[in-house]
């Protein structure tokens, strides 16, 4: 076999084996493709598809540590997200200390290195632009990386009510939803609908920060932020936006009646459940999992600020991540849809 028949024979091998690669990352489980990921895609910032079904490329890290915030629960790896939301997460803890009296953030999950749907955990959180806070303040020590995957947060409710204890909730703790809710960006704060009430009994003078806070099922120990689409993103999906009513009427009266605690009845034979594949994401997904990494995490890492930037000659091209036309569904899909 000559030189030449070798060179050919070694091109189709590695293309053909490109091209398995390419099938399995379009065809294969989201959840566990994207949930083994360890590193973002290097290049611009670019959140496509919708909370709920996307992806990110060119995700940066929220450092461990930071004067007004640890992150917690390190092992998931899930402190990633598209630097806009980082930045102002480390904002809000700044802004927090310094005019609320909250000592500093909790940090929960946010988003994998490149976003997509979770192993276990939440539904949404793919894009890059959601962030778990917790309730509990931080404390003045710093946490063990033990003691951040065993620390419990603080339920702000009542033994098993649906509402708040007032023993548990403060000042402090309406002040800091606001400062969350007064930045621009953020779209939606989803809370339990206990605090929600919480604020709509308690708030007075301005209230039209309310209408971003937004009850929905869990979040009695922390609170979700989500912020829009940011520009460079063309083909994220937002939310429609939340209008001015302050939500303390008739939607949060539903939340305190039986309908949404309901149980649905077993189906009468056993539904296998639907497995998310690669390919019912946004195109632009299965690029993203085969796209280059950077070096280190060193080189994605935000701090106090300010990005480090990867090294140039990994940079993936912009058009490896055009924006296709496929459409994404409007909401989080959830068991009963509130008034």
Same mark, same amino acid.
């Given at each position: 076999m000559t030189s030449k028949t070798l060179? $050919?024979?070694?091109? &189709?091998?590695?293309?053909?084996?490109? #091209?398995?690669?390419?099938?399995?990352?379009?065809? #294969?489980?989201?959840?566990?493709?994207? &949930?083994?990921?360890?590193l973002p895609t290097v290049g611009a910032p670019l959140s496509t598809g919708?909370?709920?079904? #996307?992806?990110?490329?060119? #995700?940066?890290? %929220?450092p461990e540590d930071g004067p007004t915030w640890q992150v917690m629960r390190l092992s998931r790896n899930r402190r990633w997200g598209h630097p806009h939301m980082i930045g102002l997460i480390e904002k809000l803890s700044r802004d927090a200390a310094a005019k609320d009296g909250w000592p500093g953030l909790l940090v929960g999950d946010i988003s994998q290195p490149r976003g997509g749907p979770m192993i276990t955990g939440h539904a949404s959180h793919q894009v890059g632009l959601d962030a778990d806070i917790w309730l509990t303040p931080m404390p003045k020590r710093r946490f063990t990386a033990d003691e951040r995957?065993?620390?419990?947060?603080? @339920?702000? %409710?009542? &033994?098993?009510?649906?509402?708040?204890?007032?023993?548990?909730?403060?000042?402090?703790?309406?002040? %800091? %939803? $606001?400062?969350?809710? @007064?930045?621009?960006?953020?779209?939606?704060?989803f809370v339990h609908p206990g605090i929600k009430k919480q604020l709509c009994d308690t708030v007075q003078g301005d209230r039209s920060w309310l209408a971003k806070v937004r009850p929905y099922w869990g979040h009695y120990y922390h609170f979700h932020i989500r912020i829009k689409c940011q520009p460079g993103s063309p083909n994220c999906k937002?939310?429609?936006?939340?209008?001015?009513?302050?939500?303390?009427?008739?939607?949060?009266?539903?939340?305190?009646?039986?309908?949404?605690? $309901?149980?649905?009845?077993?189906?009468?034979?056993?539904?296998?459940?639907?497995?998310?594949?690669?390919s019912d994401l946004p195109k632009q997904c299965a690029r993203i999992l085969q796209a280059p990494s950077p070096n280190s995490i060193a080189e994605v890492t935000y701090g106090m600020g300010t990005k480090v930037a990867a090294p140039a000659a990994t940079a993936a091209p912009a058009a490896a991540f055009?924006?296709?036309?496929?459409?994404?569904?409007?909401?989080?899909?959830?068991? $009963?849809? @509130?008034p």
């Open positions: 060179l $050919r024979f070694a091109l &189709g091998a590695l293309i053909a084996f490109s #091209g398995a690669i390419e099938a399995i990352a379009e065809d #294969g489980p989201a959840k566990q493709l994207f &949930g083994v990921q360890t919708f909370y709920a079904k #996307g992806c990110l490329a060119g #995700g940066v890290a %929220l995957e065993k620390v419990e947060a603080t @339920s702000m %409710l009542k &033994g098993d009510t649906l509402f708040v204890d007032p023993k548990k909730w403060t000042p402090s703790r309406t002040a %800091l %939803l $606001r400062t969350a809710a @007064s930045y621009p960006e953020v779209e939606r704060i937002s939310q429609e936006p939340t209008g001015s009513d302050d939500g303390c009427g008739k939607p949060l009266a539903w939340w305190f009646t039986d309908e949404p605690w $309901r149980k649905a009845p077993p189906p009468a034979k056993p539904v296998k459940p639907k497995i998310m594949m690669v055009a924006p296709d036309d496929e459409q994404i569904p409007d909401d989080i899909a959830v068991p $009963r849809q @509130s």
